[in-house]
């Protein structure tokens, strides 16, 4: 603990500026990201990219840039960049303004990363009227005349969806029948025939 002491009391102020800003930022970073992984927290508290209201942010206006991950994510890039670039020169303007641009360029990266993370993303969300005029097949048999409800499936993006299905045939529509779908009704059942 002595050559702690001694190690940091023989650092210029403006080192120990760097090294407390970076130390600090990158203490609050990782228990940012230890709440995230173990799902403490809200995930999304600082943003938002489908547009939901709150206490968010999205990439539209310049108080994007006013996040609180942002604002940590800023401090440990200037704080990191300006402990390492403060080994090679003593120019105090070259070395605050290189710990910023480092600073931005890590808040940019974050950025970039959450982007590309989100195109992982895939909501789950199917709009129905897309499946109007697609072929499918009958699961379970969808009773004549609007008298009852059956099933379809159909492959939408690789992923097989089940669906409640009528039909205004004048006979029943057996399983494995493939249909077209003609409409969709009340907002959830999809009206076919047969092909």
């Known amino acids: 603990m002595e050559d702690l002491s001694v190690w940091y009391n023989g650092l210029s102020d403006t080192m120990r500026v760097f090294w407390i800003c970076g130390g600090v930022s990158t203490l609050i970073f990782?228990?940012?990201?230890?709440?995230?992984?173990?799902?403490?927290?809200?995930?999304d508290a600082d943003f938002d990219f489908s547009g939901s209201e709150g206490d968010t942010m999205d990439f539209g206006g310049m108080m994007s840039l006013f996040?609180?991950?942002?604002?940590?994510?800023?401090f440990m890039g200037f704080g990191w960049g300006g402990v390492c670039i403060g080994q090679y020169t003593d120019n105090k303007l070259f070395l605050?303004?290189?710990a910023t641009v480092i600073g931005?360029?890590?808040?940019?990266?974050?950025?970039y990363l959450i982007k590309q993370l989100l195109k992982l993303e895939s909501s789950g969300n199917i709009d129905m009227n897309?499946?109007?005029g697609k072929v499918c097949n009958v699961y379970l048999r969808i009773p004549a005349a609007r008298s009852g409800k059956g099933k379809v499936q159909m492959s939408i993006n690789g992923t097989i969806i089940e669906w409640d299905a009528i039909t205004d045939d004048k006979d029943i529509i057996?399983?494995?029948?493939q249909v077209k779908v003609i409409e969709v009704t009340g907002g959830s059942t999809l009206l076919v025939e047969r092909v």
């Open 96 to 98: 605050y303004l290189g």
């Open 104 to 111: 931005l360029i890590f808040v940019a990266i974050f950025f």
């Open 30 to 43: 990782l228990i940012q990201f230890a709440m995230t992984f173990i799902g403490i927290g809200d995930t």
């Open 67 to 74: 996040s609180v991950r942002n604002i940590v994510n800023f």
């Open 130 to 132: 897309d499946c109007v």
């Open 174 to 177: 057996s399983t494995g029948s």
